[in-house]
C-alpha cells in the first residue's frame, strides 16, 4: 500500500472484510491470490518491458549468499514446512 490511506478507503476494507472473514480459508486464499495479482498487473502495466526486466533483475539477481546446493535448499524448506494439508489454487 503506497502513503496513507484515507478514512474512506480504511472503511472500504473493513466493509469487505466483515463480509469476507467468514469465508473458508480457500476462498480467502484464493480472493487473495487474485487481488495480488491484481496489484501486480497495474503495476507492471506502468512501466515498459525492458524497464520491468531490468527492475526484477536488479531486485533479485545475486541476491541469496549462501553455500547450499539446490537439494540441500529444498530439503531445509521441506522439512521447515508448516502446512498441514495441499492447497489447490485451480480454477482461482
Known sequence: MAG???NIENNTIRMYWN???SMSKNIRLGLAVKLTNSV???ERKEM???AYTE???NKFFGKWEGNETAEELMGIIKQ???SSEPIS???V
Open 4 to 6: 496513507i490511506m484515507t
Open 19 to 21: 463480509a469476507l472473514r
Open 80 to 82: 521447515n514446512s508448516s
Open 40 to 42: 501486480l498487473e497495474e
Open 48 to 50: 515498459s518491458d525492458e
Open 89 to 91: 489454487f485451480e480454477g
Open 55 to 57: 527492475e526484477m533483475l
